[in-house]
């Protein structure tokens, strides 16, 4: 719920993630592999760019 907060304050109060991409996210950071099943439209791209090289 804290993270949900945080980047709702971060972008100017704009995006509120769904708790799915919160949960894929830290699991993905963590460095666990991680399946997203969801429908179009509702934020796995969002997570999957998380670990693309910069």
């Given at each position: 719920m804290q993270a949900?907060?945080?980047i709702y304050a971060?972008?100017?109060l704009?995006?509120?993630p769904?708790?799915?991409q919160l949960h894929a996210s830290?699991?993905?950071l963590?460095?666990?592999d991680t399946i997203i099943t969801a429908g179009t439209?509702?934020?796995?791209?969002?997570i999957g760019h998380?670990?693309?090289?910069?």
């Open positions: 949900c907060v945080i971060l972008t100017s704009k995006i509120v769904h708790m799915f830290l699991a993905i963590n460095g666990h439209g509702s934020g796995k791209y969002d998380l670990k693309l090289p910069m």
